[in-house]
């Protein structure tokens, strides 16, 4: 079936726009996670959801980062007055359940640039 | 001390040879291991999921967990040149906590399988 899907692939904006990702989770996944990973460097965990409620927000670097979800389908991961330090690929993921196993697949990400 | 810590690399294996990746994790509360795959410019991958002591097998991999010692690694056995990739160790908590979504990773270690 259908992986994870991610837009756009790429992005580029200038230093304090606005710019908006989504993730489309794979079908009957109840949990979606949200991660980044600068360039040379490990994943951080952003936020995850169950459902469309966040019960774990805490790596989320700023308020100028938020996400929302509707149901248990698409999650959008918003950054506002983008910052170069944004700079990186975000990806997102999802499985069944957060509860029990907890195999997270990935999507392809989003490069975002931003100059 | 990181949460998340694997033997540093690169890790250079000569073809059919068995590729050894280590992987110790602080939160002695861990209850989910996994092992992803990153190919260069790509996503990660799920190659492995461990929740209880001793050795799991899938095909040429193996991996193998330790939760006194809070040690788990991964075996590849017959390395072939397409092994060649970054190996992330996630770890999560598991049940409790608003925590329970979020996987913790390693930095990873890159290996390499030459001909």
């Known amino acids: 079936g259908a992986g994870v899907s991610q837009s756009p692939s790429n992005k580029v904006t200038e230093k304090g726009k606005d710019v908006e990702l989504r993730c489309d989770p794979i079908s009957g996944h109840t949990a979606l996670y949200w991660y980044r990973q600068r360039l040379g460097q490990g994943l951080e965990f952003l936020i995850y959801?169950?459902?469309?409620?966040?019960?774990?927000k805490s790596g989320l670097p700023s308020d100028r980062f938020s996400a929302e979800r509707t149901g248990e389908s698409v999650s959008t991961l918003t950054i506002q007055r983008t910052q170069q330090e944004d700079s990186a690929v975000y990806l997102c993921?999802?499985?069944?359940?957060?509860?029990?196993?907890?195999?997270?697949?990935f999507g392809p990400g989003t490069r975002l640039t931003v100059t | 001390q990181k949460e998340v810590e694997q033997n540093s690399g690169p890790l250079s294996v000569p073809e059919g040879a068995i590729a050894s990746l280590n992987c110790t994790y602080s939160?002695?509360?861990?209850?989910?291991f996994f092992w992803y795959r990153q190919y260069s410019g790509k996503s990660p991958e799920l190659i492995m999921s461990?929740?209880?002591?001793g050795d799991k097998e899938d095909g040429r991999f193996t991996a193998q967990l330790n939760k006194a010692s809070q040690y788990v690694s991964l075996l590849i056995r017959d390395s072939q040149p397409s092994d060649s990739a970054t190996y992330l160790c996630a770890v999560n908590r598991g049940a409790g906590g608003t925590s329970y979504g979020k996987l913790t990773f390693g930095q990873g270690t890159i290996l390499t399988v030459h001909p």
């Open positions: 993921a999802s499985s069944f359940t957060s509860g029990g196993a907890l195999e997270q697949y």
């Open positions: 959801f169950q459902g469309n409620s966040a019960p774990d």
């Open positions: 939160d002695r509360g861990s209850q989910s």
């Open positions: 461990i929740y209880s002591n």
